[in-house]
């Protein structure tokens, strides 16, 4: 199995995005509401990827959903989850503080 870490996936990622950061909309409510939609389709994405077993390009969506929306503690779990099941305990417990972090906010 190909050991990525999370440094190293946001580096690709911001490669295949032309380093633009992910930066949406120009309104502060619009560009919220578009992340929000962006997160929830990468979310989605990073399921649908991790139920057929591609379990590095599932993290890499997993990690745009949380890019995109990083208050949602669902996606910290979910990234957990995949990162835990590929043996990358320590990324998985940051990922799931994260989580709780924010649920406790």
Known sequence: MTRLTVAAADR?????????????GSGE???????EREAQQWSAR???LERDGRVVE???AYLQAVRFDPHDPLNHVR???VLRGAGRDEEANRA???ALDLGSA
């Open 79 to 81: 990234l957990g989850l």
């Open 29 to 35: 409510e619009d560009s919220d509401e578009t992340a």
């Open 46 to 48: 990073a399921s649908s």
């Open 96 to 98: 799931f503080q994260a």
């Open 58 to 60: 599932a993290l890499e």
């Open 12 to 24: 690709a990622l911001d490669g295949k995005r032309g380093g633009s950061g992910g930066t949406v």
